[in-house]
């Protein structure tokens, strides 16, 4: 391979990167306003006296049948809770990785 084809296959992998690069600080800044703005409330709200009685309400029939209540499903919550467990260990080992490389 000669220079300039080097030069422009390293110029798109650049490139391609980069868009990922700024994909991903967008997501960063979105999930971190969302830890703030819902997630923090969900692992507050699950397992409280407030979702133990809203779970009683719903059990009863006090909750309209239009209303929907995945918050009041075990699996919802919990579920949502290990993917963002999931997404937490794959930043460390990423970090890892990138640390270990400088």
């Known amino acids: 391979m000669d220079s300039i084809e080097r030069i422009k296959m390293m110029e798109e992998k650049m490139n391609r990167h980069q868009e990922v690069t700024n994909q991903l600080l967008e997501l960063l800044e979105k999930f971190g306003n969302s830890f703030e703005e819902n997630y923090k409330d969900l692992d507050h709200y699950y397992g409280s006296q407030e979702y133990q009685d809203d779970l009683a309400a ?40 990138l640390v270990r490389r400088y």
Not at 73 to 94: M, V
């Open 58 to 97: 719903y059990d009863q029939g006090k909750v309209p049948e239009d209303i929907f209540c995945g918050v009041l499903s075990e699996d919802g919550l919990w579920d949502l809770f290990g993917d963002n467990q999931e997404i937490l260990a794959e930043f460390l080992e990423l970090s890892c990785k």
